[in-house]
């Protein structure tokens, strides 16, 4: 519960601070920075890294992911992952709907953005949905499967795709921050969930005095 209640928390407070726009300077000097080695070759590493993240790749894995959860007995924990990738991405909506968060200048675009059946325009940045997106899905394989090289090819994946959504220049940093809290948080309460059910399980099972 804390888990959930914590990144909950910080995901609130981190999104006050970057509507009051008061990350903007690092997130401008983060983004030259990270442009000032750009390259062709670098531009298509960037956009590789980034397709984990996008609707039509992060979805397929996410069938996939729950389809296995659901024929190995852990339905509730399946729904709980598909309902939070849902409910975030409604967050997500709203927030780049209305929360004030200063556009990425379009000539800091180093590609377009590869997400060719769900491209969409918002009116601000941020949460990165590619950000979120990963972090639900890959996240919850980093959670299932304790194997080493799985989980530092995750995080390589994940650290990678940040990078990345800054430097094509689609993304601040901050953007790709709020969008990882927010994942974080939705992990949490799918996992939070089916915790409450086991515990509701076993009440149910207690024989009475």
Known sequence: DSVFWISFAVFILF???VATRLLYPV????????QSLASEGLDAV???????????????????????????GRRSLAGGIFAAFLATGLVELAMKTWLPQAPVPEGAARSADPS??????????????HMLRAVIVFGAVFLFWPNRLLRTT???????????RVYLGVHWTSDVIGGALLGVAGLAWAFRQEASGHRLQASARKPET
């Open 46 to 72: 960037g956009v590789v890294l980034s397709l984990p993240g996008t609707a039509e790749y992060s979805g397929v894995a996410l069938l996939v992911l729950c389809a296995g959860l659901f024929f190995t």
């Open 15 to 17: 999104s006050a601070v």
């Open 27 to 34: 997130d401008a000097w983060v983004l030259r920075a990270s």
């Open 116 to 129: 060719p059946l769900l491209d969409m325009y918002y009116p601000y940045p941020y949460p990165s949905g």
């Open 154 to 164: 995750v995080l390589v994946l994940l650290l990678g795709l940040a990078a990345s």
